[in-house]
Every structure is written in structure tokens, then in C-alpha cells.
Nanobody
Framework: VQLVESGGGMAHPGGSLTLSCTAS????????MSWVRQAPGWRPEWISG????????YYADSVKGRFTISRDNAKNTLYLQMNNLKPEDTALYHC?????????????WGQGTQVTVSP
């Protein structure tokens, strides 16, 4: 299993970035996927998830209305469109494969892509 994130970078407050995560080594369409971020000194924070099958989406309150998760099963790729970015969105963003045995647990993570939001 391999998950490779890309698309991070620097943005100004109010700006936008789109993250991508390319998956390999498993049947991508069969798994729920999530984005989890971690700022220095903080615990990892789940921010968004998308189901396999019907593609139902879920968001943490901290990003609801600003971020949009999506997936393209034909391309084995997960996305996170981030709008109206805030300095508190600064973190290392990981995509993660949802565990099939427990909610809000993940069995594989990517290395992450850094997002920095500053004036």
C-alpha cells in the first residue's frame, strides 16, 4: 500500500489550495479515505472523510464549508479542495486509508504534504 500526497505549499489567508493523494497497492474504490492533519505540537486532527461506494462525505467543524473532499476511483486519487484558508490551517496534511474495523482509525498513511498559511 502506498499513499502519496501532493499539492501543498504556501498560501495567504483567504487563499486556496488543492491537495491530491495518489493511491496504489490496493483496490482504492473499496475503501473509505480520509484527510488528517497535524500541526507541530498538536495531535493529529481528522478533518474530512469520504466513503467507498456512495462517496458520502464528512467534515470536521473546523473545515466545514471551506474544504471539499472528493475522489476519482478511475485515477485512484483522493482530493481536498481548500478554500478560504486560515493561518490555523497550517499543518502537515496526510491522506489515510480508513480502517475496516474501527471508526476514526486508519491503517495506512501517506508521508504528508505541508500547507502553510500566512500573510
Amino acid at each position: 500500500v502506498q499513499l502519496v500526497e501532493s499539492g501543498g505549499g504556501m498560501a495567504h489567508p483567504g487563499g486556496s489550495l488543492t491537495l491530491s493523494c495518489t493511491a496504489s497497492g490496493f483496490t482504492f474504490s473499496s475503501y473509505g479515505m480520509s484527510w488528517v492533519r497535524q500541526a507541530p505540537g498538536w495531535r493529529p486532527e481528522w478533518i474530512s472523510g469520504i466513503d467507498a461506494g456512495d462517496g458520502r462525505t464528512y467534515y470536521a467543524d473546523s473545515v466545514k464549508g471551506r474544504f471539499t473532499i472528493s475522489r476519482d476511483n478511475a485515477k485512484n486519487t483522493l482530493y481536498l479542495q481548500m478554500n478560504n484558508l486560515k493561518p490555523e490551517d497550517t499543518a502537515l496534511y496526510h491522506c489515510a486509508r480508513d480502517s475496516t474495523t474501527a471508526q476514526y482509525e486508519w491503517d495506512y498513511w501517506g508521508q504528508g504534504t505541508q500547507v502553510t498559511v500566512s500573510p
